[in-house]
């Protein structure tokens, strides 16, 4: 989407939103880059920048929109002050695992089956 989160004007953004007990939500990207055309030039937010701008805002907890399981994995890893929501995460499994990397989330529906099955897998 072209904008950059290294912003300074940001900085009194967050104190306002923080300030009002809102929520940010910052989407990553407009659309899932992996069913494009490849000419298109519009390119996601990069994964550093999302985790630089959780580093300088670490008491503003933001939803990041438009992540792929692995940006998810590697913002966990080091961040705490994020969720994510997972419709661009289209893993097999994937709520289970995020279930196990948090378990005072929501357990995923007993139910819930991939729409689409990998080649390999067992089941």
Known sequence: HNY???????APFVAAINAAGLRLIVATRLEDERHRYHALAVKGLPVAQVAAFLARF??????CS???KP??????????NFSAD???AEWLKHARWAHAKNPRAPSPPRHQRPALRHPRSSR
């Open 71 to 80: 940006e998810i994995e590697t913002l966990a890893a080091t961040h705490e």
């Open 4 to 10: 950059s989160l290294r912003l300074p004007a940001l």
């Open 58 to 63: 670490p008491a503003t907890h933001v939803v």
């Open 66 to 68: 438009g992540l792929y």
């Open 86 to 88: 997972i419709a661009f």
